[in-house]
């Protein structure tokens, strides 16, 4: 028995009759907050790049798919085989010029491609801008969105060009805060967002996982700053901002050595 048969088995183990009480009681609606879960904890790992810790998110979200499959095949709807045909076949399909006889010779070519395959899917309907789930992270969303408009052309030329509109949407920003008006601010910060977003694009940084490292670099800086604070007895609600400051300093050049 090959290890991906065995796991399949584990599965079904669970969910039998005299499986786990907790793995019988979940459906797909209670299984959704662990498949996001799951799916970030890969994206941590990956941050990180410990191969051993990769490997092991890698298992759990394998699992979660699994344990959908075999819901799934519980509900007579499909199984594990089924899903993997349906990816080989759509692979296949999309990549015409490994498996077939077309040639393109550039990574737009190539998406240029994969977006006919996917209206001939039905996958695009009336907007090059469909099938970029709402449920994506709004810095990734409009990222994919973004790129989607920039195949047909809608798009800077150069990226001097969106620093321009950067300037253009602070300023717009300064306006609204003099304003005091909280939908207008919330409007223009919003665009700001989205232009940096642009930016990110432009440089090739994914800009969910630019600010997830940022996050995690002011977490450990942060906790830097705890740590001394509670090395020398003190409670960092009594410690200055200045005091702070430094510890926050210590903490950059430490990391950097």
Not at 32 to 56: N, R
Not at 82 to 101: E, L, N, T, Y
Not at 208 to 235: H, N, P, Q, V
Request: net charge negative; proline share 3%; charged share 40%.
């Amino acid at each position: 028995m090959n290890n991906f048969q065995k796991l399949l088995d584990i599965m079904t183990s669970l969910r039998s009759e005299n499986g786990c009480p907790w793995d019988r009681e979940q459906t797909r609606e209670s299984l959704k907050p662990f498949l996001i879960e799951e799916t970030y904890e890969v994206l941590e790992a990956l941050d990180e790049g410990e191969p051993e810790k990769i490997k092991e998110e890698l298992g759990d979200l394998l699992f979660q798919i699994i344990f959908h499959c075999q819901i799934a095949k519980e509900k007579a709807e499909f199984d594990m085989d089924d899903v993997i045909r349906k990816i080989s076949d759509k692979m296949i399909a999309r990549h015409p010029h490994v498996f077939g006889k077309e040639r393109f010779e550039t990574s737009e070519e190539v998406l240029k491609q994969w977006d006919e395959r996917k209206k001939e899917e039905g996958k695009l309907r009336e907007s090059i801008l469909e099938g970029i789930p709402k449920e994506l992270p709004s810095l990734l969303r409009a990222q994919r969105l973004q790129a989607r408009a920039a195949r047909v052309g809608f798009d800077w030329e150069k990226i001097e060009n969106v620093l321009e509109k950067l300037d253009e949407e602070l300023e717009e920003f300064r306006d609204a805060l003099k304003s005091k008006e909280q939908k207008g601010i919330e409007d223009e910060l919003g665009d700001i967002f989205f232009v940096l977003v642009n930016i990110s694009r432009f440089v090739g940084v994914n800009p969910e996982d630019a600010l997830r490292k940022t996050i995690s670099k002011f977490i450990s800086r942060f906790r830097y700053i705890e740590m001394k604070a509670a090395d020398a007895g003190r409670c960092l609600a009594d410690m200055s901002l200045e005091e702070m400051d430094t510890l926050w300093e210590e903490a950059k050049q430490s990391s950097r050595r």
